[in-house]
């Protein structure tokens, strides 16, 4: 059975410096919950809190609904998944996995079938003689894996689990892990710093900064509708762009990019404007994601789109998409286009925007408007 | 041995740089010389008999090769007015030795491990308190030790001597296991938590498997400060428990008869074997142990 996890006014000091300051996350039975920030934050220290390998400051730490501030690890029925691994050097690869079984004295019989049941389904089945360092890093990490599979616990916990392999089997064990969830439906809290591993893995994702949780969504909701500017500008590669600038009311509401004198007004959304009321003149922060700038006429016509002319400075192709940065008012911007569309730099491009994909925040707080 | 990284890096070459080689390796020569050549002496008179020694020289070799002087100190030479030869103090060295090393290597160990690994208010003051036991000058505590072994009723025993080499061997140990354990992640610690074991579960599950590189340095240095000691042998022990070394230190100054260098050469190289031994077997484990063990996690 999953189990789900509460968090209530977690808070973590190392000394004077606190490193987590008041978390509160409920987390269902069976959620795949990621907590992303950039490094430092605080994400191993908090997942550590629930482990119980660190202790609380202050605050409750309930799983399966039994309040565990005190429980140490090994009764909190987690399995946790290491960054380096963490593998005992001088087992093999077969002691590495039961040693949790054998410090629980679990029958015999029952360990060989775990070990067989989860090394078969993670393709190890055929180092259990080897030690850690005869493996490759992919290796390892798929034993780690399965050191935490075979002892069937109620909740999972990982620790950048992905970030010592190289591009490509880390996307491979992604998607092993979203298949090993989706399977057997345990909770996960999975700890990354790698917004596309977030997305890509999560039910619910929790955006980690220096300490708090800045909001927790769903992946869709975390991208469309970020809260403020931090989580707007951590999730998408690559990121928001975001331009500074005022609202000015002239007959609708528009967008004025400062340092500007080409005279280059962003109209807002019907649908958003109808819900700001900022005075003239407000200082804002205009959010655009890089895919809603696009080469003018090359997608449908839809309504709030905008389109307006700018030199090409730089240009970036990735193949799929090419990535065109121009300049407005000094700031620079990234546009998201199709290959064939992009111009040389130096020449002319009239852009078109979604603005109705744009999100507008106030400069002082960040927060969303 | 495997082929290093550096060894394929290109030297300078030239008549300069040959003639420095040679220098560097008449240089080396003359090192391995100073070295050798005592051993040498004594391993060659060892074999000599005492004619061939009051006859010839120093430096030549034996013309006829006699262990004569071996068995005589094994079991015959006096010690003081005992003459059954080294091998009863052998025997004290070995029971004292023993123990002492396997002790203070066990408990630096765990010192080390609960030091790093088990961290707690104070550990660094502890742990500068213990490493000051490294920096006290024997002769110092001599006249506190040996009431304190008289109060514990083991003055003048091998047992004695055994706490006291386990006690001012602890300084070196935990400063041994302390800077080891500190390398091993502690991500190691936190999987082996997770999995369910306790402080003495890791330690002997996990902990000590992995430190076979730390328990040969540590084995190796406490053997060897142990059975060379003699202060604290010559201090705390009487007579029939003396180590070897003090009991060979009896064995050269016996005034009584003449003075059988061989006698004395093969008495000295029987005390100093054991050290020796250690070092060829431990030091094979320790190579062994670095390139079998030193897997990163
Ligand atoms: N054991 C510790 N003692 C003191 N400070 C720590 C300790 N562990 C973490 N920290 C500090 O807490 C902050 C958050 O660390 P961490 O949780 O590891 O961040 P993240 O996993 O998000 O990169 C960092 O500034 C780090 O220096
Ligand atoms: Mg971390």
């Known amino acids: 059975m999953a189990a789900g996890i509460r968090l209530e006014s977690v808070r973590k000091f190392f000394g004077a410096n606190e490193v987590i300051k008041g978390i509160d996350l409920e987390i269902e039975p069976g959620e795949f919950v990621v907590l992303v920030g950039p490094s430092g934050c605080g994400k191993s220290t908090l997942l550590n809190l629930i482990a119980g ?9 309930f799983i399966g609904g039994q309040k565990v501030d005190t429980t140490p690890p090994r009764d909190r029925d987690i399995a946790m998944v290491f960054q380096s691994y963490a593998l005992y050097p001088t087992k093999t690869v077969r002691q590495n996995i039961t040693f949790g079984m054998e410090t629980r004295r679990i029958p015999k019989a029952h360990q060989d079938a775990a070990v067989e049941e989860f090394t078969h389904l993670l393709q190890i089945d055929r180092f259990l003689q080897r030690k850690p360092g005869q493996l490759s890093g992919g290796q390892r990490q798929r034993v780690a894996m399965g050191r935490a599979l075979v002892r069937n616990p109620a909740v999972f916990l990982f620790d950048e689990p992905l970030s010592n392999l190289d591009a490509k089997l880390r996307i491979e064990m992604r998607t092993e892990i979203k298949k090993l969830h989706q399977r057997l439906g345990k909770t996960a809290v999975y ?23 800045r909001q927790v969504a769903d992946p869709a909701t ?28 002239d007959g609708g509401l528009f967008f004025a990019p400062l340092g500007d004198r080409d005279g280059v007004r962003f109209p807002i959304a019907a649908a958003e404007a109808a819900r700001i009321g900022a005075p003239d003149g407000q200082e804002v922060v205009l959010g655009l994601r890089p895919e809603t700038i696009f080469a003018a006429g090359t997608e449908l016509p839809g309504p709030d789109r905008f389109v307006f002319e700018r030199p090409v400075a730089v240009v970036e ?30 020449t002319p491009f009239r852009f078109e925007v979604d603005m109705g994909k744009a999100k507008l925040f106030d400069a002082g707080t960040g927060l969303r408007i | 041995m495997r082929r290093r990284r550096t060894s394929g890096i290109v030297r300078p070459s030239g008549p300069g740089a040959v003639m420095l080689r040679g220098l560097l390796f008449a240089v080396l020569a003359l090192f391995c010389l100073y070295y050798l050549v005592p051993l040498f002496v004594m391993v060659a008179t060892s074999l000599k008999s005492l004619e061939e020694i009051r006859a010839g020289s120093f430096l030549s070799l034996p013309r006829e090769i ?9 079991n015959a030479a006096c010690v003081g007015v005992r003459c059954d030869g080294l091998e009863p103090y052998v025997w004290n060295s070995v029971l004292m030795t023993v123990p002492a090393v396997a002790i203070s290597t066990i408990l630096g160990a765990l010192n080390g491990y609960a030091l790093t690994k088990w961290r707690f208010p104070g550990a660094d003051i502890i742990f500068a308190l213990i490493l000051f036991g490294a920096f006290i000058p024997f002769q110092v505590i001599l006249l506190p030790m040996a009431r304190t072994l008289g109060q514990l009723g083991l003055a003048g025993s091998v047992p004695g001597l055994i706490l006291v ?7 070196f140990t935990t400063l041994f296991f302390r800077n080891f354990f500190i390398g091993v992640s502690d991500g190691i610690l936190q999987a082996a938590k997770v999995d369910g074991a306790g402080f003495f579960g890791i330690f002997f599950g996990i902990v000590l498997p992995m430190s076979l590189p730390a328990i040969v340095v540590t084995v190796i240095w406490q053997f060897t400060q142990i059975w060379n000691d003699f202060l604290f042998g010559v201090a705390f022990t009487v007579g029939d428990s003396n180590p070897v070394t003090v009991a060979l230190n009896n064995v050269v100054n016996t005034s009584t008869g003449v003075k059988e260098y061989n006698v004395d050469m093969a008495a000295a190289i029987i005390a100093g074997l054991p050290t020796l031994l250690v070092y060829v077997v431990a030091g094979a484990y320790f190579v062994r142990g670095l390139s079998a063990g030193a897997v990163k996690g």
Do not use: C
């Not at chain 1, 390998?53 to 730490?61: A, F, N, P, Y």
């Not at chain 1, 997305?199 to 300490?211: C, E, H, K, Q, S």
């Not at chain 1, 509708?225 to 009311?249: Q, T, W, Y």
């Open chain 2, 165 to 171: 080499h386990t006690v001012y061997g602890l300084a």
């Open chain 1, 191 to 213: 700890v990354t710093h790698d917004q596309i591993e977030a997305m890509t893995l999560a039910t619910r994702i929790a955006v980690m900064d220096n300490g708090h949780i």
């Open chain 1, 53 to 61: 390998l660190e202790t609380l400051s202050s605050g409750h730490v």
């Open chain 1, 317 to 346: 192709p990735t193949g799929p998409d090419t990535m065109i940065v121009f300049e407005i008012g000094g700031q620079d911007l990234i546009a998201r286009v199709r290959p064939e569309d992009a111009h040389p730099p130096g």
């Open chain 1, 222 to 249: 975390i991208y469309e509708n970020p809260v403020d500017l931090f989580v707007a500008g951590f999730m998408g590669s690559p990121p928001m762009n975001m331009i500074r600038g005022r609202l000015v009311r």
């Open chain 2, 66 to 74: 006699t262990f004569d002087a071996w068995g005589k100190a094994w």
